[in-house]
């Protein structure tokens, strides 16, 4: 009896998939997040150099 019900209960794969999707959801996110921390620099310094360039357009313009 108690081996058929823990044979059962091994090969049971119901509620697998939920947990599947949640370690997947995980692994998007921390990629998501490592990717704006690495790009973060360059962003920051793409903006900063359109700023000026626009700060030096008004500027001239009066």
């Known amino acids: 009896m108690m081996k ?3 044979k059962r209960f091994w090969n049971d794969e119901q ?5 599947e999707y949640a ?3 995980g692994l998007i996110i ?3 997040v490592g990717f704006i921390i690495a790009m973060g620099g360059s962003i920051s310094s ?3 150099k359109l700023a000026n ?3 030096r357009v008004d ?3 009066v």
């Open 23 to 25: 370690i997947m959801a």
């Open 30 to 32: 921390v990629l998501a």
């Open 4 to 6: 058929k019900l823990a």
């Open 53 to 55: 360039a626009l700060g």
């Open 15 to 19: 509620g697998l998939e939920l947990s």
């Open 46 to 48: 793409i903006f900063n």
């Open 59 to 61: 500027t001239q313009a």
